[in-house]
């Protein structure tokens, strides 16, 4: 073991929780209405302890417990069986090792990170109990077969030749799906298209924002699991595809509406990160740029067009940014990880085509497992706790009908 390695790895884990508390609370909670402000926040915090309890339980294990199974992880590593601060876990460098318990606790706040996200796909209108419940079962049926899939050298999407360096499709892909199918299936909020809908704070939403492009090198980076040369790569690209992102978000909306605005600035922000985090580790610095302002043209495109047209409500975009920025992000990378663009390459038996063929594969895997399962967690769900609250609770807000406070007092 090297101190340096445990040592980032450490950094990085906690940036990732600085991610979801506050970076998601605050981004989320200044895009609703000031009377679901405290419910965003506490429904993000509380998927946040809820995934980390679960997670030592059995989503370890089932995630990465040992098993040879393509989509199963197996039950080797329940209450985190065998592991002690002896144990050690493997990084991408042969007899490189970092100890198990933090390899547990970096992939642990991606698992409590990546159900917070499908939060905003039905903000304001769904019950508390609803979301703690599906949490749980969505983490068990989708999250930890996908994570196992994709990273674990088992997996089926692996050992495809799948490139996910950081999450495209387990977390982003996976939460953009669910949250689309969720806005689906509970419907739109009580008056949408009539009430105004604007969000109540866009100062909290960029500080929300910057909390979350800054813990996100701890995504990025970290998961190189290394202090080494190789992590300078995804850094640089979690920089330059987030400008590519901001900048391409922002001059859409100067020539389409005359102004850009902050809320497509953050945007764009989201998009070119969502993008490079399949991808950071194989492409190149201005390769990221392109990609970055590529996903905030198709994001922008799915927001301010597909859903207007298509008329679901997700109320603050997850499937527009992190859905369709992670689809980019994932079938880019087989385009912009060739020498020619300033990538790091096929190997020697690949192509661009071929990578592109598994990529495609992989992004239709996640989309079809995530979104069959989801739609049944979220009916089994409906069964048991029921889905929405009353249309009275919706009208006074969640903030004092769930939880008997207000984010503001005036």
Not at 127 to 138: P, R, T
Not at 210 to 218: H, I, K, P, S, T
Not at 278 to 304: E, K, W
Not at 344 to 353: E, L, P
């Amino acid at each position: 073991m090297d101190k340096g390695d445990i040592s980032w790895m450490m950094i990085s884990t906690i940036l990732v929780l600085f991610m979801l508390v506050p970076g998601i609370g605050l981004f989320y909670g200044g895009l609703v209405r000031t009377k679901n402000m405290l419910s965003v926040l506490m429904q993000t915090t509380m998927i946040g302890a809820v995934a980390m309890i679960v997670w030592v339980l059995y989503g370890y294990s089932f995630a990465f417990g040992g098993s040879t199974n393509a989509f199963f992880g197996g039950f080797g590593k329940l209450f985190l069986s065998g592991v002690t601060v002896e144990s050690t876990a493997a990084t991408f460098t042969d007899g490189v090792v970092i100890p198990e318990y933090l390899f547990i606790c970096f992939q642990m706040t991606f698992a409590a990170l990546t159900p917070a996200l499908i939060v905003g796909g039905f903000a304001e209108r769904v019950k508390f109990s609803a979301v703690v419940l599906f949490v749980i079962l969505w983490l068990t049926f989708v999250y930890f077969p996908v994570a196992h899939m994709v990273w674990d050298a088992n997996g089926l999407i692996f050992n495809m030749g799948a490139v996910d360096f950081a999450g495209g499709t387990v977390v982003h892909i996976n939460a953009g799906i669910a949250a689309l199918v969720g806005a689906i299936i509970i419907g739109k909020r009580h008056n949408y298209g009539k009430d105004n809908m604007a969000p109540h704070s866009m100062t909290l939403t960029m500080v929300g924002a910057a909390m979350l492009w800054v813990g996100w090198f701890g995504f990025n980076v970290g998961s190189n699991l290394e202090a080494n040369a190789g992590a300078t790569l995804p850094m640089i690209n979690t920089f330059t595809a987030t400008a590519g992102g901001i900048v391409a978000w922002s001059l859409i909306e100067a020539l389409s509406r005359g102004k850009a605005s902050m809320l497509g600035a953050v945007s764009g922000m989201i998009a070119g990160l969502v993008a490079i985090t399949p991808a950071c580790g194989s492409v190149g610095p201005v390769g990221a740029i392109v990609l970055g302002a590529i996903s905030s043209i198709a994001c922008y495109f799915f927001v301010a067009v597909v859903k207007v047209k298509l008329g679901y409500d997700d109320s603050l975009d997850v499937f527009g940014i992190h859905g369709i920025g992670g689809i980019v992000g994932a079938l880019g990378v087989a385009i912009f990880m060739a020498p020619g663009l300033g990538g790091v390459g096929f190997g020697d038996d690949g192509s661009m085509a071929g990578q592109f063929w598994t990529q495609l594969k992989g992004v239709l895997i996640t989309i079809v497992w995530c979104g069959v399962i989801s739609a049944i967690l979220y009916k089994v769900v409906d069964v048991i706790v029921g889905l929405r609250p009353t249309v009275e609770e919706e009208v006074q807000g969640l903030d004092l009908a769930t939880h008997g406070e207000a984010a503001y007092h005036s």
